[in-house]
């Protein structure tokens, strides 16, 4: 077993690859993901819209959506701890103008990431405002978290073979990724950390 820090992408790549070619296939491998460096992932791959994550329609709605923002991200008692801004409306569009319910507020959510069908995804999901209370609010929460343990996913199997499979430092070699598999995923302190089994063909 081999351990990875990773304080950013390019050293997520690097450990992958240094892995990679010195491991014989089947070996499993610990990813350490520190939690700065999930953020920028997350943000690149997740919260694509203006650096927003829409979770109610989209940003052509003036008037009816919901979206997080700038979201920060610790470990907490062995789930993720995800802090982000939540800003939203659920108002009607009378003569051009927004009439309803609005507000903008800090949410925490409380998450237990799970690797599905090649994804990281959110389990046992719970949102609640930090600060704030209110009928609103109270809903928000509810269909907020409802909506990330649905829609929330990352990538994970897609961007290991796409680093892994770049040949592009060394293009007379070929590789190929195999049975990629995440057997187990902790939280910890200052880290995710992901453990993964799978095979590089260099041809």
């Known amino acids: 077993m081999r351990n990875v820090s990773s304080r950013g992408w390019p050293l997520v790549r690097a450990g992958f690859l240094i892995l990679a070619l010195f491991l014989r296939p089947a070996h499993a491998v610990e990813l350490h993901l520190q939690y700065g460096a999930l953020e920028r992932m997350i943000a690149d791959a997740v919260f694509t819209?203006?650096?927003?994550?829409?979770?109610?329609?989209?940003?052509?709605?003036?008037?009816?959506?919901?979206?997080?923002?700038?979201?920060?991200?610790?470990?907490?008692?062995?789930?993720?701890?995800?802090?982000?801004?939540?800003?939203?409306?659920?108002?009607?569009?009378?003569?051009?103008?927004?009439?309803?319910?609005?507000?903008?507020?800090?949410?925490?959510?409380?998450?237990?990431?799970?690797?599905?069908?090649?994804?990281?995804?959110?389990?046992?999901?719970?949102?609640?405002?930090?600060?704030?209370?209110?009928?609103?609010?109270?809903?928000?929460?509810?269909?907020?978290?409802?909506?990330?343990?649905?829609?929330?996913k990352y990538p994970l199997a897609s961007e290991a073979k796409r680093i892994l499979e770049d040949s592009a430092g060394q293009p007379e070699y070929k590789r190929e990724l195999r049975d990629f598999q995440v057997p187990a995923i902790r939280v910890t302190d200052d880290s995710l950390v992901i453990q993964a089994d799978f095979a590089l063909v260099v041809k």
């Open 49 to 152: 819209q203006d650096g927003r994550r829409y979770v109610h329609n989209d940003k052509s709605n003036k008037c009816n959506f919901a979206y997080l923002e700038a979201p920060h991200i610790q470990g907490a008692g062995g789930r993720l701890r995800i802090r982000a801004k939540f800003t939203g409306r659920s108002a009607l569009n009378v003569v051009g103008q927004c009439v309803g319910l609005g507000d903008a507020f800090m949410v925490v959510v409380m998450a237990t990431p799970q690797y599905r069908n090649g994804n990281i995804v959110l389990q046992n999901v719970a949102a609640a405002s930090d600060g704030k209370t209110g009928i609103y609010i109270r809903k928000v929460c509810s269909i907020l978290g409802a909506s990330l343990e649905r829609d929330f």
